[in-house]
């Protein structure tokens, strides 16, 4: 566990960097944290973060990676419809990484 | 005379411990690196402790604490009594831990057998020395000797802070892939050893997280990833719409179909990860071109069954049940297992005592079917078209996966658990090579990751208990060119898929059976056979 401050504010993460509090998440945050591991978000970055955020309000769960895809073919072109070029945008995987930028919790199971 | 101590005091004296012991136990996020991949498993150097800083993250949820009904607050007040009392009960409710306790001859024949022995060097990751943590405790305070003259006559352990580090550490380092107790001339099984350590060390709060945080969500939401029910229709909807836009027909994704002849369980990793959203397009097509009516379920949403990794049969129970609710609300004739090695021990073996006898079931089918065993018979009576070109880029291997290399029969028949998955992926490929004999079918290495070692805290575990699986690979590969390793096991999925980019080998060439069955199936109309 431990705490980072964003915008004036003490926000609490969990042992694998997770947000405890899903709604403690902003904008800042996420760019707060991508630095922390020498990341900048940029437009495709976001598109993913804001796809996964919505995908949860629905689902309450990440979606499945090939949902993602599909997503990111739909909205940024065939080219970029792919797992490899995610793994590009978040190198530890989007399922764990993207998910932790995003505020989600990380999935947990046989995954 | 000692006086009595006061109720303040003990408090604190208990407070104390605690907070001592959930220091002890923190974990910390501790990075190794893979060893070079050479093709050879060598008996490591001694390097004594060098995994006790390893733990595993403690659950703290209160909630699902409670639920599971072990102690909220961590280590409890008289942790000795309970800790003794719960170790009484297991001794006598699993005759077989006690026979363990007492028969081992300390011959040497387990030390270099268990995976993690050998990618760590730690002495005490060796099955004897695992064993010996609870035996210890066994000669001090369940054998006369040590009861009427103390630990130090009958080389046993006291109760202490200590050695709950130590349980807690190194019953957490073994799969409870039971590979040492095929070498043992007792069949002595770590396994049961460790399933009871970690239940003992549950009744007195000290309680792993990955592991039993999902088995809360099996549980209370039904799956092990918590999926809610309209996440899980998403996601096979997505599937089904995929799966008919790829091949023009009209391949269903049932869910919830009353009537339908077969109930279809899998890890709900299946439905979530990759590679294992691979095999559900496999099985689909299966059940498809043989034209067998298939359901999934929402309530029975998962096929794993963490109850197993700590023997308690009462968690084992709720979460088995949900099946067979499934079977009997749907109405269907049989169940049919997908591709995980725990839950085909399970399903297999347990299911019966705990919720049968089956006799809703067609009684052709009185047990479940294992979803190689129903492919197998498909391809076997020639009901599946099959073209092998469409796998020819691969040399395939195949990992056994422990639970059901060493679990119980599979497709009843002798070996049936080696032949019939073999059977399936030959069935489908070209090329099959074998990885080196000692580490294949009954003497199979374990993943790494298996029974609640998958999580990220258990990362420096993960990386070297994988050593011997990828030598034994990387050996397949340069001796043959092998490029893919076709597996039955959702963990095995997870873990190799990620250690093998860690020993430099691509992710891709990791996957589930079915993936290799989907891409050579041959869909559309039937030609008469
Ligand atoms: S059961 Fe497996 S992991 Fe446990 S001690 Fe034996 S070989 Fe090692
Ligand atoms: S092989 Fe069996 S009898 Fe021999 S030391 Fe190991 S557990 Fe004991
Ligand atoms: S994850 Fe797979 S190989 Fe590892 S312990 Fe389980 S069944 Fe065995």
Redesign the interface.
């Given at each position: 566990m431990r705490t980072i401050e964003c915008a004036g504010k003490k926000i609490e993460l969990d042992e694998d960097g997770y947000l405890t509090n899903l709604n403690d998440w902003s904008e800042d945050l996420a760019k707060m944290l991508s630095k922390e591991d020498n990341l900048d978000l940029t437009e495709p970055h976001w598109e993913v973060i804001n796809f996964l955020r919505s995908y949860y309000q629905q689902y309450q769960i990440a979606p499945m990676i090939k949902i993602l895809v599909k997503e990111i073919k739909k909205t940024m072109g065939a080219d970029k419809g792919n797992t490899k070029y995610l793994y590009q945008l978040f190198p530890d995987g989007p399922a764990k990484q993207a998910c932790r930028y995003a505020g989600l919790p990380k999935p947990t199971g046989c995954v | 005379m000692t006086k009595e101590k006061t109720a303040e005091e003990q408090c604190n004296e208990a407070c104390e411990a605690n907070e001592r012991i959930q220091e002890q136990l923190k974990?910390s996020k501790i990075k190794v690196k893979a060893v070079k991949l050479t093709g050879e498993i060598n008996i490591p150097e001694l390097n004594p402790k060098s995994m006790l800083s390893v733990k595993p993250?403690l659950l703290t949820a209160k909630e699902m604490l409670e639920h599971l009904g072990y102690p909220a607050g961590g280590l409890v007040p008289n942790w000795k009594e309970v800790f003794l009392r719960k170790m009484d009960e297991m001794l006598k409710k699993y005759r077989s831990v006690k026979l363990y306790m007492d028969i081992c001859v300390k011959c040497g024949a387990c030390v270099d057998k268990c995976h993690y022995y050998l990618g760590t060097g730690d002495p005490l990751n060796m099955p004897v020395a695992r064993q010996e943590l609870m035996r210890k405790v066994y000669r001090r305070y369940f054998t006369l000797p040590g009861k009427l003259f103390g630990s130090r006559f009958v080389n046993g352990s006291d109760l202490s802070e200590e050695l709950l580090v130590m349980w807690y550490t190194y019953f957490y380092q073994c799969s409870e892939c039971r590979r040492c107790s095929v070498f043992c001339p007792y069949g002595i099984d770590t396994a049961e050893i460790t399933m009871a350590a970690r239940e003992i060390l549950n009744s007195v709060g000290i309680v792993q997280k990955?592991l039993h945080?999902?088995i809360f969500?099996a549980q209370v939401i039904g799956?092990?990833?918590?999926?809610?029910q309209?996440?899980i229709v998403?996601?096979l909807e997505?599937?089904q719409d995929?799966l008919q836009e790829e091949t023009g027909l009209d391949i269903k994704v049932p869910i919830d179909v009353e009537g339908a002849e077969v109930l279809f369980v899998t890890?709900?990793?299946d439905?979530?990860?990759?590679p294992?959203?691979e095999s559900l397009y496999g099985y689909a097509k299966v059940f498809h071109q043989a034209g067998i009516s298939w359901t999934m379920s929402t309530h029975a949403s998962e096929g794993?069954n963490f109850g197993l990794f700590i023997h308690n049969y009462e968690h084992m129970k709720k979460i088995n049940k949900r099946i067979w609710e499934a079977a009997r609300a749907l109405k269907v004739k049989r169940v049919v297992g997908g591709e995980?090695g725990h839950m085909w021990r399970v399903l297999s073996s347990y299911s019966n005592t705990m919720w049968g006898p089956f006799d809703y079931l067609d009684q052709k089918y009185k047990r479940p079917q294992h979803i190689c065993e129903l492919t197998n018979d498909l391809l076997n009576r020639g009901a599946l078209k099959i073209d092998k070109s469409a796998n020819e880029e691969f040399i395939v291997t195949m990992h056994d996966s422990c639970q059901v290399a060493r679990g119980m029969e599979l497709g009843g028949m002798p070996n049936g658990q080696f032949e019939i998955p073999r059977a399936v992926i030959r069935g489908v490929c070209e090329k099959f090579v074998e990885m080196p004999a000692d580490t294949i079918k009954e003497r199979t290495f374990c993943c790494g990751a298996g029974q609640g070692l998958?999580g990220?805290?258990m990362m420096a575990t993960r990386v070297k208990g994988a050593m011997p699986r990828m030598q034994a690979y990387h050996y397949a590969k340069r001796e043959s060119g092998v490029n893919f390793v076709a597996l039955i096991c959702?963990?095995c999925?997870?873990q190799l898929s990620k250690m093998f980019p860690e020993y430099g080998v691509a992710m891709e060439e990791v996957g589930g059976i079915h993936q290799l069955v989907g891409r050579a199936i041959v869909l559309g109309a039937k030609e008469s056979v």
């Open positions: - | 974990f993250q990955y945080e999902i969500k799956n092990n990833l918590g999926m809610q309209n996440a998403n996601a997505f599937v995929e890890p709900s990793a439905f979530f990860a990759s294992h959203i794993g995980c998958l990220d805290d959702a963990i999925k997870a």
